[in-house]
T-cell receptor, first 112, second 113 residues
Framework: DTAVSQTPKYLVTQMGNDKSIKCEQNLGHDTMYWYKQDSKKFLKIMFSYNNKELIINETVPNRFSPKSPDKAHLNLHINSLELGDSAVYFC???????????FGSGTRLTVV | GQQLNQSPQSMFIQEGEDVSMNCTSSSIFNTWLWYKQEPGEGPVLLIALYKAGELTSNGRLTAQFGITRKDSFLNISASIPSDVGIYFCAGQLTSSGTYKYIFGTGTRLKVLA
């Protein structure tokens, strides 16, 4: 069983489109995250939810909107995609805000 | 913003050699984590450090939480080909009441058989 699963693994789309990435964790963790990894492999936090409540919202364009229907799911919706949004997006979860994360295998988003 | 500098940026070593890498910052961190990322996968947690001065091992890996709380070190002994990957440190800040992890810039390790 995959602990943190993301879908899709690859996403190729045109500029201006709207797309969503889904994330589910079966670890019973309370906290979930979205990270963006750029072409230089730098990992930067975007959002964090604790028990469905948004607790971290970094400087991310409003085109990115996370949604957590329950504590096992954290989805990421992106409107009006731009070339610069091309990156690998990682979902992660943790027992609580102090502890290490379990990452999903990533979604490689390519905007053309 | 806060930055975590990892060094070296990349390294090529011979199989069997020991590896050392470190992570430094001007900020004080409460927790340090070390991750390994292989191609096409997400980072995998290797070691977590929760106290200044703490030294923790996980098989051939040993990591230390620096006394100043501004740095951390990772050593890999007797490297093997499957050690190849990118190693990231991550430090947890507690400023402004948010407990987020800042990731380092990564150390790319390549092992020559």
């Amino acid at each position: 069983d995959t602990a943190v699963s993301q879908t899709p693994k690859y996403l190729v789309t045109q500029m201006g489109n709207d797309k969503s990435i889904k994330c589910e964790q079966n670890l019973g963790h309370d906290t979930m995250y979205w990270y963006k990894q750029d072409s230089k492999k730098f990992l930067k936090i975007m959002f964090s939810y604790n028990n469905k409540e948004l607790i971290i919202n970094e400087t991310v364009p409003n085109r990115f909107s996370p949604k957590s229907p329950d504590k096992a799911h954290l989805n990421l919706h992106i409107n009006s995609l731009e070339l610069g949004d091309s990156a690998v997006y990682f979902c992660a979860s943790s027992v609580g805000i102090y502890y290490g994360y379990t990452f999903g295998s990533g979604t490689r988003l390519t905007v053309v | 913003g806060q930055q975590l500098n990892q060094s070296p940026q990349s390294m090529f070593i011979q199989e069997g050699e020991d590896v050392s890498m470190n992570c430094t910052s001007s900020s004080i961190f409460n927790t340090w984590l070390w991750y390994k990322q292989e191609p096409g996968e997400g980072p995998v947690l290797l070691i977590a450090l929760y106290k200044a001065g703490e030294l923790t091992s996980n098989g051939r890996l040993t990591a230390q939480f620096g006394i100043t709380r501004k740095d951390s070190f990772l050593n890999i002994s007797a490297s093997i080909p499957s050690d190849v990957g990118i190693y990231f440190c991550a430090g947890q800040l507690t400023s402004s009441g948010t407990y987020k992890y800042i990731f380092g810039t990564g150390t790319r390790l390549k092992v020559l058989a």
